[in-house]
């Protein structure tokens, strides 16, 4: 892993250095993340649950600088991007979901003066130094998609499409309300 990702570091050097942070991790060097992929695969038989999910590549780029409108503000521009194996919650089997996810933030401490700013959000620190890692997995853990889902209902399961056949032969019990209640006015 990338010892830049790893060392805790003024927001402000980052900054002053423009430091470009640009590789590749896996999956189980991000512990947070992979333990919400793991207690999400956890509900998989033993025999369904995708083999190596830990070995999932995590393509990061983070750009360190100061935001145009302040040069006194620590910022932050990137792009993350991970492919990980999912349970569908429509069909409950194991599936892939792409996640990717942009990083626009002004890196401020927690009782820094309020800063508004359209391009970017505000991203408080609860110390005064960061660890670049640190961001980018709470970042990506923001950006998983719920639910996780196949990109389309015909790549799930016989649960899903089951459900489908009895979702659609169910009667609508309200379909003829409106027009009683027009009769009955």
Same mark, same amino acid.
């Given at each position: 892993?990338?010892?830049?990702?790893?060392?805790?570091?003024?927001?402000?050097?980052?900054?002053?250095?423009?430091?470009?942070?640009?590789?590749?991790?896996?999956?189980?060097?991000?512990?947070?993340?992979?333990?919400?992929?793991?207690?999400?695969?956890?509900?998989?038989?033993?025999?369904? %649950?995708?083999?190596?999910?830990? %070995?999932?590549?995590?393509?990061? %780029?983070?750009?360190?600088?100061?935001?145009?409108?302040?040069?006194?503000?620590?910022?932050?521009?990137?792009?993350?991007?991970?492919?990980? @194996?999912?349970?569908?919650?429509?069909?409950?089997?194991?599936?892939?979901?792409?996640?990717?996810?942009?990083?626009?933030?002004?890196?401020?401490?927690?009782?820094?003066?309020?800063?508004?700013?359209?391009?970017?959000?505000?991203?408080?620190?609860? @110390?005064?130094?960061?660890?670049?890692?640190?961001?980018?997995?709470?970042?990506?853990?923001?950006?998983?998609?719920?639910?996780?889902?196949?990109?389309?209902?015909?790549?799930?399961?016989?649960?899903?499409?089951?459900?489908?056949?009895?979702?659609?032969?169910?009667?609508?019990?309200?379909?003829?309300?409106?027009?009683?209640?027009?009769?009955?006015?």
């Amino acid at each position: 892993m990338a010892s830049q990702l790893l060392e805790p570091v003024l927001p402000q050097q980052l900054a002053e250095w423009r430091q470009v942070i640009d590789c590749k991790v896996e999956l189980r060097d991000l512990s947070r993340l992979a333990e919400i992929v793991q207690a999400d695969l956890a509900v998989l038989p033993a025999g369904d %649950r995708p083999a190596n999910w830990r %070995r999932a590549s995590v393509g990061i %780029r983070l750009e360190f600088g100061f935001a145009r409108f302040a040069e006194s503000v620590p910022a932050l521009d990137g792009e993350l991007s991970v492919t990980l @194996d999912a349970v569908c919650q429509r069909c409950l089997e194991a599936c892939r979901v792409q996640v990717n996810t942009t990083l626009r933030y002004l890196l401020l401490p927690a009782d820094a003066e309020a800063i508004e700013c359209e391009d970017y959000e505000v991203w408080e620190l609860t @110390d005064k130094l960061v660890r670049p890692l640190d961001i980018v997995e709470e970042a990506l853990v923001m950006a998983m998609p719920f639910p996780a889902l196949h990109k389309s209902e015909s790549k799930c399961g016989p649960l899903a499409q089951e459900f489908s056949t009895v979702a659609t032969e169910t009667a609508h019990p309200f379909a003829g309300l409106r027009a009683q209640l027009d009769e009955s006015k």
